[in-house]
């Protein structure tokens, strides 16, 4: 059961990180044929569009990351008290 506990505490920070990465690139110009710059946006993408249909960008400012990373984290917690 730690096993499947540790996988999943690591699986969740590294799409933690992904989200991480996706939003940093997002505010400095890069090329989107880098396969790293698509492997972030084909794979973070899916996940923060369900934010943005339901969450306008304020301006300039987007903000359906910052609620994608709170939901995760529900999730995170949500999924950890269903495997302990």
Not at 45 to 53: A, C, G, M
């Amino acid at each position: 059961m730690n096993n499947v506990v540790a996988f999943l505490n690591v699986a969740f920070w590294v799409y933690e990180m992904m989200l991480l990465a996706r939003i940093l690139m997002s505010w400095f110009p890069h090329n989107p044929y880098n396969p790293i710059a698509r492997f972030l946006y084909e794979t973070t993408d899916p996940y923060l569009n369900i934010f943005r249909r339901f969450i306008p960008p304020l301006g300039m400012i987007d903000i359906s990351p910052i609620v994608a990373f709170l939901v995760l984290r529900m999730i995170q917690q949500f999924v950890f008290s269903l495997v302990r």
